[in-house]
């Protein structure tokens, strides 16, 4: 297994007029080749900057990746110059927007914005691009695709045009996809069947796949692997089986536990996470949970804990694991 | 489409006669007679007899009652006879056309100017926010809105003729007549509309193209590995430039107001010189007639910007 993917102590930045946030502090991953990494946490958690990141689209002012490295395929994305980082966008790494509504530009019919990057990337006349393009549709299963390539994104529902994103960000032939929230914007029948489509398209065409997103269930079903982010760090990371079974930070465990499930008594009441995401820019001293935890001790509060063993693989950043671990 | 073009068109027709209304009554409220400027004659040394004065007014229909005066010029204009001019005696048609290339090229050569300059300078200066373009850039836009043109022109012909000792030749000349000779006359004139409107067009590109830069849109178009020039040219400037043709329609009307003035200033024989003789002696055929026309060519802007509009926008249909 070789793998793809390793970003080492990844920290993205932004300048605020009140104060810096740290919107990813010390992230550190690994992904192997065809395998799926979800990213997972509450919004704001740093999961979507993590991503763009690694495309290098942190807007600049006021967003800055500060330190770490990413290196994909063997190459240093951040040492990379612009130019060369625009042949890797795209081409190397796709990426699928949670906002199917707005990430289609409206002024340009579907078949433009599929056949760009196919001319850029893989030399492609507007002929065979338009051909291409057409065969892109027809895998993601857009129906009567020629004629479809010369409509408007306001002519397809939110669904197809996620859709289309899936069919632009697998153009290229890429190594990995990123799929920053992909189905958030979605209609809960339309989830499953965009998921689908991507677990099988990248399935088959031996892609590696980075899922964000705060839906559980869609980690369970579809990831190999799960990082789970609170405030700019990984706080628990394992194979999707390792952390459905045994999570061990109490944020994990806070999580699994708001979602209502059906094989449940329907008398059990839902038991969430108490109080609200920190402030990014003025985070309390030690664990960045420990306000909201209820396994919190004096430790807690002045030590910030790091990503220790607690299985073959499985990590969890917190000094409470064993207590965690014996309350369920 | 066309069915859209023959519906504003209908449309327009109420306009066209509100207006006409509007500008009839206008003239007639407005104090000043022009059979007394005519009894005095232009350098006021004849004698206003009342008799002379009352003389004229019959011979020009205007001891008439309103609604008739008003009727009888409807009437008139809608065969296409707009009258003469109570001065000259020539026919309006013929003082409308013989100085309407003048006035029709002054103020497409300042929209040209305007657009040429100010659509690039609001790109350049969104794309380099807060540096030291976009200052600069800012800076000229509000000083160019600020000054007044008369005042522009004036001191651009105090500055050309006192520094190069050159001042825009006299005679007027239609292009097609002496394109050299039209050009350093239109030139100066224009150059001022035209900074003026690049002033208003730099703005609204600015604000236009900053919104559309943190799109969804432009993050994806990135995200393909697109590059800068390529994202901003076939991805951004399309859609920022929807409002600012949307408003050009306005803007080009105050850039017809503004010909009055710098017709005046450099004294070019074009229909906004026309205007405010007119209208200083109260002839009114002849300032009727180039309301109307002013109307009509508010009205037809409209139009052709509402269809180059749904051209840059799929979205707008208009069936």
């Given at each position: 297994?070789?793998?793809?993917?390793?970003?080492?102590?990844?920290?993205?930045?932004?300048?605020t007029?009140?104060?810096?946030v740290?919107?990813?502090?010390?992230?550190?991953?690994?992904?192997?080749?065809?395998?799926?990494?979800?990213l997972?946490?509450?919004?704001?958690?740093?999961?979507?900057?993590?991503?763009?990141?690694?495309?290098?689209?942190?807007?600049?002012?006021?967003?800055?990746?500060?330190?770490?490295?990413?290196?994909?395929?063997?190459?240093?994305?951040?040492?990379?110059?612009?130019?060369?980082?625009?042949?890797?966008?795209?081409?190397?790494?796709?990426?699928?927007?949670?906002?199917?509504?707005?990430?289609?530009n409206?002024?340009?019919?579907?078949?433009?914005?599929?056949?760009?990057?196919?001319?850029?990337?893989?030399?492609?006349?507007?002929y065979?691009?338009?051909?291409?393009?057409?065969?892109?549709?027809?895998?993601?299963?857009?129906?009567?695709?020629?004629?479809?390539?010369?409509?408007?994104?306001?002519?397809?529902?939110?669904?197809?045009?996620?859709?289309?994103?899936?069919?632009?960000?697998?153009?290229?032939?890429?190594?990995?996809?990123?799929?920053d929230?992909?189905?958030?914007?979605?209609?809960?029948?339309?989830?499953?069947?965009?998921?689908?489509?991507?677990?099988?398209?990248?399935?088959?065409?031996?892609?590696?796949?980075?899922?964000?997103?705060?839906?559980?269930?869609?980690?369970?079903?579809?990831?190999?692997?799960?990082?789970?982010?609170?405030?700019?760090?990984?706080?628990?990371?394992?194979?999707?089986?390792?952390?459905?079974?045994?999570?061990?930070?109490?944020?994990?465990?806070?999580?699994?536990?708001?979602?209502?499930?059906?094989?449940?008594?329907?008398?059990?009441?839902?038991?969430?996470?108490?109080?609200?995401?920190?402030?990014?820019?003025?985070?309390?001293?030690?664990?960045?949970?420990?306000p909201?935890?209820?396994?919190?001790?004096?430790?807690?509060?002045?030590?910030?804990?790091?990503?220790?063993?607690?299985?073959?693989?499985?990590?969890?950043?917190?000094?409470?694991i064993?207590?965690?671990?014996?309350?369920? | 489409?066309?069915?859209?073009?023959?519906?504003r068109?209908?449309?327009a027709?109420?306009?066209?006669?509100?207006?006409?209304?509007?500008?009839?009554?206008?003239?007639?409220?407005?104090?000043?007679?022009?059979?007394?400027?005519?009894?005095?004659?232009?350098?006021?040394?004849?004698?206003?007899?009342?008799?002379?004065?009352?003389?004229?007014?019959?011979?020009?229909?205007?001891?008439?009652?309103?609604?008739?005066?008003?009727?009888?010029?409807?009437?008139?204009?809608?065969?296409?006879?707009?009258?003469?001019?109570?001065f000259?005696?020539?026919?309006?048609?013929?003082?409308?056309?013989?100085?309407?290339?003048?006035?029709?090229?002054?103020?497409?050569?300042?929209?040209?100017?305007?657009?040429?300059?100010?659509?690039?300078?609001?790109?350049?200066?969104?794309?380099?926010?807060?540096?030291?373009?976009?200052?600069?850039?800012?800076?000229?836009?509000?000083?160019?809105?600020?000054?007044?043109?008369?005042?522009?022109?004036?001191?651009?012909?105090?500055f050309t003729?006192?520094?190069?000792?050159?001042?825009?030749?006299?005679?007027?000349?239609?292009?097609?007549?002496?394109?050299?000779n039209?050009?350093?006359?239109?030139?100066?004139?224009?150059?001022?509309l035209?900074?003026?409107?690049?002033?208003?067009a730099?703005?609204?590109?600015?604000?236009?193209?900053?919104?559309?830069?943190?799109?969804?849109?432009?993050?994806?178009?990135?995200?393909?590995?697109?590059?800068?020039?390529?994202?901003?040219?076939?991805?951004?400037?399309?859609?920022?430039?929807?409002?600012?043709?949307?408003?050009?329609?306005?803007?080009?009307?105050?850039?017809?107001?503004?010909?009055?003035?710098?017709?005046?200033?450099?004294?070019?024989?074009?229909?906004?010189?026309?205007?405010?003789?007119?209208?200083?002696?109260?002839?009114?055929?002849?300032?009727?007639?180039?309301?109307?026309?002013?109307?009509?060519?508010?009205?037809?802007?409209?139009?052709?910007?509402?269809?180059?509009?749904?051209?840059l926008?799929?979205?707008?249909?208009?069936?």
């Amino acid at each position: 297994m070789t793998t793809l993917l390793e970003v080492q102590d990844l920290r993205t930045q932004f300048t605020t007029d009140e104060a810096l946030v740290k919107a990813v502090d010390g992230v550190s991953f690994t992904l192997e080749e065809g395998k799926t990494l979800a990213l997972v946490g509450e919004s704001g958690c740093g999961k979507s900057v993590s991503a763009l990141s690694v495309m290098r689209l942190i807007p600049w002012p006021p967003g800055r990746i500060v330190s770490g490295s990413i290196v994909f395929d063997g190459v240093d994305l951040l040492a990379l110059r612009e130019h060369e980082m625009g042949r890797i966008r795209g081409k190397e790494i796709g990426m699928v927007f949670q906002e199917p509504m707005t990430s289609l530009n409206p002024v340009l019919t579907i078949g433009r914005q599929l056949t760009e990057a196919l001319e850029l990337h893989l030399g492609m006349s507007r002929y065979d691009a338009n051909q291409r393009a057409a065969e892109l549709l027809r895998q993601v299963g857009i129906p009567d695709a020629e004629s479809r390539l010369a409509q408007y994104p306001h002519q397809f529902s939110g669904g197809m045009r996620q859709r289309v994103m899936i069919a632009m960000a697998i153009s290229c032939n890429p190594k990995l996809v990123i799929a920053d929230e992909p189905t958030t914007a979605l209609d809960v029948t339309i989830q499953a069947q965009v998921l689908e489509l991507m677990k099988e398209l990248t399935q088959r065409l031996g892609v590696s796949l980075i899922i964000i997103t705060h839906n559980l269930g869609v980690v369970a079903r579809y990831a190999d692997d799960v990082n789970v982010m609170y405030a700019g760090k990984i706080i628990e990371r394992g194979s999707a089986a390792q952390v459905y079974a045994n999570p061990s930070h109490p944020y994990t465990l806070g999580l699994l536990k708001s979602v209502p499930r059906l094989d449940q008594p329907k008398t059990e009441s839902l038991d969430p996470i108490q109080g609200q995401p920190p402030d990014l820019g003025n985070l309390p001293p030690g664990c960045a949970f420990q306000p909201r935890c209820r396994y919190a001790v004096e430790r807690c509060t002045a030590d910030t804990p790091i990503l220790e063993s607690v299985g073959d693989g499985h990590e969890a950043a917190c000094w409470q694991i064993a207590e965690v671990a014996a309350a369920h | 489409m066309g069915q859209y073009v023959l519906r504003r068109a209908i449309l327009a027709v109420p306009t066209i006669f509100a207006s006409t209304l509007v500008v009839f009554l206008v003239l007639r409220v407005l104090p000043g007679d022009v059979a007394l400027f005519i009894a005095l004659g232009t350098d006021a040394s004849g004698v206003a007899d009342e008799a002379a004065i009352e003389a004229i007014r019959e011979e020009l229909g205007l001891n008439r009652p309103l609604p008739v005066q008003y009727f009888v010029w409807i009437g008139n204009a809608l065969r296409g006879e707009f009258g003469e001019s109570a001065f000259t005696h020539r026919t309006v048609a013929y003082e409308i056309t013989s100085r309407l290339p003048l006035t029709v090229q002054l103020a497409l050569m300042g929209q040209i100017l305007a657009f040429a300059i100010g659509i690039p300078l609001g790109i350049v200066s969104a794309m380099r926010r807060d540096k030291a373009v976009d200052t600069i850039s800012r800076f000229w836009s509000i000083l160019f809105l600020a000054m007044p043109q008369f005042w522009v022109a004036l001191m651009l012909l105090l500055f050309t003729s006192r520094v190069f000792n050159w001042s825009p030749p006299l005679g007027y000349f239609l292009l097609w007549e002496h394109p050299g000779n039209n050009m350093l006359q239109l030139g100066p004139a224009a150059l001022v509309l035209g900074v003026g409107g690049a002033a208003i067009a730099a703005r609204m590109t600015r604000s236009s193209m900053l919104e559309v830069l943190g799109e969804d849109y432009i993050r994806t178009a990135r995200a393909k590995g697109l590059m800068p020039g390529v994202v901003i040219i076939r991805h951004a400037l399309r859609n920022a430039l929807i409002p600012v043709i949307s408003l050009s329609a306005v803007t080009f009307a105050f850039l017809l107001a503004g010909t009055v003035i710098l017709e005046t200033v450099y004294s070019i024989p074009g229909l906004g010189s026309l205007m405010l003789t007119s209208i200083r002696t109260r002839d009114y055929e002849v300032i009727q007639a180039l309301v109307l026309i002013s109307v009509v060519v508010v009205i037809l802007l409209n139009l052709v910007v509402d269809i180059v509009y749904a051209w840059l926008d799929p979205r707008i249909s208009y069936s």
